[in-house]
DNA sequence: TAAGGTAGGGGCGATTGATC
DNA sequence: GATCAATCGCCCCTACCTTA
């Protein structure tokens, strides 16, 4: 305004000097769990230093999934500098920390790879495998700056996911060299001295894959033995054979010991193909102490997976197959109840939201909240809540039935006793839940959850409403009183869904001619029926009409009467006081008479 | 934009087999 | 022998992606 020019007293930086500048003040930490929250990653390195701001990548290879490693912007170089000469122990895993630059050179490496394996897929159902493989092949090949088809390499890897595979496996194992000849007889372009050189070449076992047979599974491992005895940390590490993918069972018990005591039977081999890929039978050959112990396993951070926490903490699902574990206690069962609550009321995530299912993560809130021992898995918890839902729905029908009953001088508890003894009597068994009905029974989302089921019952239903109700009908009937207090948090129909609905309306419609000329003849008669009623209504109406006038005639007529008799008394020969009433009765009528009459 | 296909996930009944 | 935890398979629903 004054005429000076004014500027900015630093320069504006080159969009690469920025980004250059980003770079040194970023560092990279991991292996971080799977699901922490960007707040949790910022509040702990800000204990050391300024943060501007955080970021968690998502895996190269599967969008939805966290990678494991968190990006953290700090104020400036310095600080950087200095928490990357820290030595940080989160969750009481040592952070290994690097550069962003160095991160992004091996993510763009591994994106590479899995871009690599993507195009060399097989089309056979052990895609997975194959894949895994070429992305071990594709790392070789790059390290020796010759790349090679994946198919040319050679492949120990189990042919058939059924009970022979392990067998098929260690025959694999002890005639490598052979296979590798039948391999390039099949490909005669290539010598066994060259294969042979090849295995050799790959002593670093690297895998990148993801279990897909099993949703609930996701599993990203990356062993890298090349790198770790570089870097000489003390992590776990697997043991590693020329063959890339051949691990013995005493380097797995090794490394699974470290967590819980892990029980090997005699029988199997000493080699497993592919154990994390395809690998049921690990099931067989090793037993965690308890599902929940290789739960934790499988959430720490270790070089058998450079990005495992990833891994949900679910294994426990079939560790176990076959032995029946003590009965549930009530403790336990409660536990299940306040997980169910507290879990999200939406079970059905996005898949960008959340790779865990509901049952993943009150499974977890289970075993973070219990201060008992138990070691039920997942499935056990999902399968005990089945039946405690079952039974408290059925509980409930009877206690409603008992309510409805209105009885006076009956207390709670005498009600309960009875609707015990009517579940009894209607499904032969006693109710054993009803710690949990006492948990569940005023909770909105449990009334959410019986008002949906009601609700689904009733449209299912209603062509056929005035049929018997089944005693479920009745148990989550009308007379449900706590039906009414809910908030309604039904998700409301998907698209397809709806548009199905609109189709099938539209059909009905349609198709439906006859139907429609019946229903309009019926709606004809009973608008028909109507305006009779509402005639015969008027009529009545008209007549109490009528009649109330007339009693109101007469009712005038009789008080004429009266006050005419009033008037014609004479008051001469009366007691005082009663003279002096009719005088007022007379002046009064006067009055009244005078006051309705024309003035002159 | 609608339709079709696919994947993920839950519900539920039947079955199995260990435990009571 | 009864009970019940665990498992399996089928069905249904929804969201998302691809294709016409």
């Known amino acids: 305004e004054d005429g000076k020019k004014i500027g900015r007293t630093t320069k504006l930086l080159k969009p690469g000097e920025v980004i250059e500048q980003l770079d040194v003040r970023t560092i990279a930490a991991s292996p971080l769990e799977c699901d922490v929250k960007l707040e949790d990653v910022e509040s702990f390195f800000g204990q050391f230093a300024k943060v501007n701001s955080v970021r968690l990548p998502r895996h190269v290879a599967d969008k939805r999934l966290f990678c494991g490693t968190s990006l953290i912007e700090f104020s400036t170089e310095d600080d950087a500098v200095k928490v990357l000469n820290e030595s940080l122990v989160d969750a009481g895993i040592e952070l290994e920390l690097k550069l962003e630059k ?163 039977d005699s029988q199997g081999d000493a080699y497993y193909t592919n154990l994390f890929y395809e690998g049921s039978n690990l099931d067989d050959q090793f037993e965690m102490e308890s599902s929940y112990q290789a739960g934790q396993y499988f959430n720490q951070p270790t070089d058998l997976s450079v990005e495992s926490s990833q891994i949900p903490a679910q294994m426990g699902s079939t560790m176990k197959k076959g032995l029946r574990s003590h009965n549930f206690t009530t403790e336990e069962d409660n536990l299940i109840v306040s997980a169910w609550l507290n879990s999200s009321l939406d079970v059905v995530l996005p898949n960008e939201q959340n790779s865990k299912t509901s049952w993943q993560r009150i499974y977890e809130y289970f075993h973070r909240n219990k201060n008992f021992t138990s070691h039920r898995s997942s499935i056990s918890l999902k399968a005990r809540w089945a039946t405690i839902k079952l039974a408290v729905n059925k509980f409930i029908g009877c206690y409603a039935q008992i309510e409805a009953r209105h009885q006076s001088s009956v207390s709670e508890q005498d009600k309960i006793l009875q609707a015990m003894l009517m579940y009894r009597e209607m499904h032969q068994a006693s109710f054993q839940f009803e710690h949990c009905w006492n948990e569940l029974r005023y909770q909105p989302k449990w009334l959410a959850f019986v008002q949906k089921k009601k609700t689904k019952k009733l449209s299912s239903a209603s062509p056929c409403a005035s049929s018997p109700c089944t005693p479920d009908s009745i148990n989550l009937g009308e007379t449900d009183a706590q039906g009414d207090a809910f908030v309604d948090l039904e998700r409301p129909l998907g698209i397809k869904a709806e548009n199905e609905r609109f189709k099938r309306h539209r059909n009905i419609e349609q198709v439906d001619d006859n139907s429609i000329a019946v229903l309009i003849k019926e709606m004809k008669v009973e608008k028909k029926q109507m305006n009779e009623k509402m005639e015969l209504l008027e009529r009545r109406y008209v007549q109490e009409q009528k009649r109330l006038s007339i009693m109101q005639m007469q009712f005038q007529m009789e008080q004429q009467k009266e006050e005419e008799r009033i008037m014609s008394v004479d008051t001469t020969d009366m007691p005082p006081l009663q003279a002096e009433y009719y005088k007022c009765r007379q002046k009064e009528i006067l009055d009244k008479v005078g006051g309705s009459m024309p003035r002159e």
Not at 125 to 132: L, Q, T
Not at 150 to 158: G, I, L, R, Y
């Open 102 to 264: 160095d991160f992004d050179a091996e993510r763009a490496k591994q994106a590479e790879v899995v871009e690599n394996s993507c195009f060399q897929v097989g089309s056979n159902h052990k895609n997975i495998s194959n894949a895994e493989a070429n992305m071990s092949t594709g790392d070789s090949a790059e390290e020796n700056g010759s790349p090679e088809p994946a198919s040319d390499n050679v492949d120990v890897q189990k042919t058939d996911g059924g009970p022979d595979s392990t067998e098929n496996v260690s025959e694999a194992a002890e005639n490598k060299v052979s296979n590798d000849t039948k391999d390039d007889e099949d490909d005669p372009g290539e010598n066994v001295e060259e294969s042979v050189e090849k295995v050799d070449v790959k002593t670093g076992f690297e895998s990148e894959g993801k279990e897909t047979e099993d949703g609930d599974k996701y599993l990203d491992s990356s062993i890298q033995t090349g790198e770790n005895k570089a870097k000489g940390n003390e992590r776990l590490t697997a043991a590693v054979y020329k063959n890339k993918d051949i691990v013995s069972r005493e380097d797995l018990k090794g490394v699974f010991q470290k967590f819980g005591t892990v029980k090997m």
